[in-house]
């Protein structure tokens, strides 16, 4: 007879009372309760217009590069990105920073994110600024969408269950 992965023999006392059943017990208990991260270059695109998901692909303006990118990749029309989330993940978060590629140290390039076409996170950045750590709650939205202008970096961009 099988319960819960082990196989109880006789009176089940042996796993009771193992050290390592008990351990093993409390491990998948930790990992039942830790977030799981799905990187968003493998979440489910619906639309996108001048944007590449990418890895380790492009520097920011300081020389930091990520292991996962969103790069939005136009001069001078914004460009967007919409992922399908169907209310599977409570937060969003990665890092902003400007790609090494935009021309301009002065100009603000904009980042907004969208909830459900319901604008939730609104940021301006130069080349000059340093990168920005975002961590954004999307608990029961169906639809992400991200539109920047410029060449921007959305970095280590990871949705959290």
């Excluded at 006789?10 to 998948?28: C, H, I, M, R, T």
């Excluded at 890895?55 to 990118?69: I, K, L, P, T, V």
């Excluded at 990749?73 to 399908?84: A, H, L, Q, R």
């Amino acid at each position: 007879i099988s319960c819960d992965g082990y196989i109880i023999i006789g009176d089940g006392e042996f796993f009771k009372n193992n050290p390592l059943a008990v351990q093993s017990e409390q491990n998948n208990a930790e990992l039942s309760t830790k977030p799981q991260i799905i990187r968003s270059i493998d979440l489910n695109v619906v639309d996108s217009n001048y944007v590449d998901l990418c890895e380790h692909a492009h520097d920011d303006s300081f020389g930091n590069r990520y292991r996962q990118e969103i790069y939005f990749n136009n001069d001078f029309y914004g460009g967007n990105i919409v992922f399908s989330t169907l209310g599977e993940y409570k937060r969003f978060a990665g890092i902003i920073a400007v790609c090494e590629y935009e021309n301009s140290s002065d100009r603000e390039l904009d980042v907004e994110i969208f909830a459900d076409d319901v604008s939730i996170f609104s940021i301006s950045i130069k080349k000059t600024d340093e990168p920005i750590d975002f961590d954004i709650d999307i608990a029961n939205i169906r639809k992400l969408e991200i539109v920047a202008d410029g060449h921007i970096i959305i970095g280590d961009a990871n949705f959290y269950s």
